[in-house]
Nanobody
Framework: QVQLVESGGGAVQAGGSLRLSCAAS????????MGWFRQAPGKEREFVAA????????FYADSVKGRFTISRDNAKNTLYLQMNSLKSEDTAVYYC??????????????????WGQGTQVTVSS
């Protein structure tokens, strides 16, 4: 029902910035919350950030609070993750996800029904 495609990943120096994008298919993008998750090699997938359908609220993992900003442009069906002050520990595959039902957003990956393919972010020390 929903296809998500991440882009914007790559290699960056520690302290630098990247902006990830997630393009969503369909006409109902504004109806559901979106989230970003990441998974480093050998580690479990972890929550990064989430945003309500309208963009009215956001919440973040403690590890990225103050450095990352989640946003969305509903007119463009696009979710963003602005990542500043990147650290080596931010190296991971980053995934966007859609919480369609109930659509309230969550820190738990199980709440999200649709996932993108992931985009690699590598931060050099």
């Amino acid at each position: 029902q929903v296809q998500l495609v991440e882009s914007g990943g790559g290699a960056v120096q520690a302290g630098g910035s990247l902006r990830l994008s997630c393009a969503a298919s369909g006409r109902t993008f504004s109806r559901y919350a979106m989230g970003w998750f990441r998974q480093a090699p050998g580690k479990e997938r972890e929550f990064v950030a989430a945003i309500s359908g309208s963009g009215g609220w956001t919440f973040y993992a403690d590890s990225v609070k103050g450095r990352f900003t989640i946003s969305r442009d509903n007119a463009k069906n696009t979710l963003y993750l602005q990542m500043n002050s990147l650290k080596s520990e931010d190296t991971a595959v980053y995934y966007c996800a859609a919480d369609v039902s109930p659509g309230f957003g969550s820190r738990m990956s199980g709440a999200y029904e649709y996932w993108g393919q992931g985009t690699q972010v590598t931060v050099s020390s």
